[in-house]
């Protein structure tokens, strides 16, 4: 794309970061060597009451250092937003680490005046075997984009830019609005993503526009964050029902998963009140189809890619797992008053 003759616009970062001690360093570091004009590029951490040095370290830097009392990310973010003065405004997590073309890939995405949102790939930081499962899983634990695109309409379930790596034009959020701040647990952000293309901007999706993130590295704390990403869907539910397309997209999964675990059950209870071989037969074929299903998938990538064949049987049910903790966290944000 060809830089416009006015030059760079000025752009601000913000990060939205509470207890980040252990990273926030290696971002920070990152951020300093991105190549973009200094006098056209702020920095602006956003702490939500951090209790270890997260603040110390931060204060090293040459960044805006703010508090924002309330928990969520986007009650962060919108302070970010309000003390902000970029014409776009990204947003990364802590826990990332940038490439020095960052910004001006960013930048690149907002030549065409009707692009008021950008967002790209998020892959992993670390080479360990959970990090390689996350960016090759058949759902990605970030946003991965094949090809770039230009879109009106948002494309659920992934069709969004991750919380970790988007850019939004100034003009747009003042159009659409701030995010939401009764969004929390997870798709915090999809929401004023959707408001924005509603408000007649395009969304640019741009796999150029990486971020590196430092996957989960326990699968105690993979689940866990698959389930508080279930909340998050759930308090999507709760708190705008069935006005966005994700949320439409969401009430069909989460119908299904009820509709199978439904299934599942009168089969078992069945199985065991008749004792019927062929109710036992149907019962353990409806149990190995998906598991079956996504071997199929991973043996398939795996030999494209010249992956471990390890991959195949281990790999789907990481899969299972982490789709159950996702619907548990869901329902249990919809039974919460």
Request: net charge positive; glycine share 8%.
């Amino acid at each position: 794309m060809q830089e416009k003759s006015r030059g760079y616009p000025r752009i601000s970062v913000v990060i939205p970061v509470k207890n980040g001690e252990s990273h926030i360093q290696e971002l920070l570091d990152s951020l300093m060597q991105v190549d973009y004009e200094k006098d056209k590029l702020e920095i602006i951490v956003v702490d939500g009451n951090s209790t270890d040095k997260t603040r110390e370290i931060a204060s090293k830097y040459p960044v805006k250092l703010f508090t924002e009392e309330q928990p969520g990310l986007n009650g962060a973010r919108n302070t970010g937003l309000r003390h902000s003065n970029g014409e776009i405004i990204a947003f990364t997590d802590f826990d990332c680490v940038i490439p020095k073309n960052w910004v001006k890939k960013i930048v690149e995405n907002f030549q065409n005046a009707n692009v008021g949102c950008v967002g790209g790939n998020v892959l992993g930081y670390y080479e360990d075997f959970l990090s390689r499962y996350a960016d090759e899983s058949f759902m990605p634990a970030m946003r991965i984009f094949k090809k770039r695109e230009e879109l009106d309409f948002v494309k659920p379930p992934l069709g969004y830019p991750a919380g970790c790596n988007m850019a939004f034009k100034r003009e747009a959020i003042e159009k659409a609005g701030t995010f939401n701040e009764g969004m929390k647990y997870g798709f915090d952000e999809d929401e004023l993503v959707e408001r924005i293309c509603r408000a007649g901007y395009k969304m640019a999706l741009d796999p150029e526009v990486l971020v590196m993130h430092k996957h989960r590295a326990t699968m105690q704390s993979l689940l866990k964050q698959n389930f508080s990403y279930g909340r998050g869907l759930g308090n999507v539910l709760k708190k705008i029902g069935l006005k966005s397309t994700f949320s439409k997209w969401a009430v069909l999964c989460l119908a299904g998963f009820m509709f199978w675990s439904a299934l599942m059950l009168t089969l078992i209870v069945y199985t065991l009140l008749a004792f019927s071989l062929v109710s036992l037969a149907v019962l353990i074929f409806m149990l190995l189809l998906p598991p079956a299903g996504l071997m199929i998938f991973y043996a398939y990538q795996t030999m494209k890619r010249h992956g471990k064949y390890y991959t195949i049987l281990v790999y789907p049910f990481i899969d299972i797992a982490r789709m159950t903790a996702f619907m548990f966290g869901t329902i249990y944000q919809l039974l919460r008053s």
